[in-house]
């Protein structure tokens, strides 16, 4: 896993270039928004089961079939895995919010995601709506504590929830 400065030196180091004004902006952009990407990150570590909790009750709320015989959240067990994957996408973007690159998420939960969810027929629409949920319980946290979140907080979750619309099984 590359942090967002190793990702872009690899870059230019691929085309054999400098850094340019843009690729030294990036990096300013990265070393000073650390400190609102470790808070967020902090209040993960703490809340994460809050956090989980929470927004697996809105997305019930707004979805209650998915609980009701033939909904993907209907016995103990589907629920557990719900849950578990609702802990799993918040640990990831947890990753990439201390990296400031999501290519963490590409290579370690979306790749694989698709086809394990494409082969248990799993939609991933409620999946992606817990995924907002989660990055918007998480923001409200960070208001009570007096941060305000940013872009880039939410740019994990954002990327995991276009990568799961784009591979969404109902649209194939």
């Given at each position: 896993m590359n942090d967002a400065v190793a990702t872009?030196?690899?870059?230019?180091?691929?085309?054999?270039?400098?850094?340019d004004r843009e690729a030294l902006r990036t990096i300013d952009g990265y070393y000073s928004e650390a400190e609102l990407r470790l808070a967020a990150v902090e209040k993960i570590n703490g809340e994460a089961s809050a956090i989980v909790r929470e927004a697996s009750r809105r997305l019930f709320l707004e979805n209650p079939d998915l609980l009701n015989p033939g909904g993907n959240a209907y016995t103990t067990r589907r629920?557990?895995?719900?849950?578990?994957?609702m802990d799993y996408f918040l640990r990831y973007a947890s990753y990439a919010l201390v990296a400031g690159d999501n290519g963490?998420?590409?290579?370690?939960?979306?790749?694989?995601l698709n086809e394990t969810y494409k082969s248990l027929g799993v939609p991933t629409g409620p999946t992606s709506r817990s995924i907002s949920l989660i990055v918007q319980v998480l923001e409200e946290m960070l208001i009570?504590?007096?941060?305000?979140?940013?872009?880039?907080i939410r740019a994990p979750f954002d990327h995991l929830v276009s990568g799961l619309v784009e591979d969404d099984v109902?649209?194939?």
């Open positions: 872009l030196i690899g870059q230019f180091d691929r085309l054999g270039r400098y850094l629920l557990s895995a719900c849950l578990r994957d963490i998420l590409d290579n370690r939960v979306l790749a694989g009570e504590d007096g941060v305000t979140p940013g872009d880039s109902r649209n194939r």
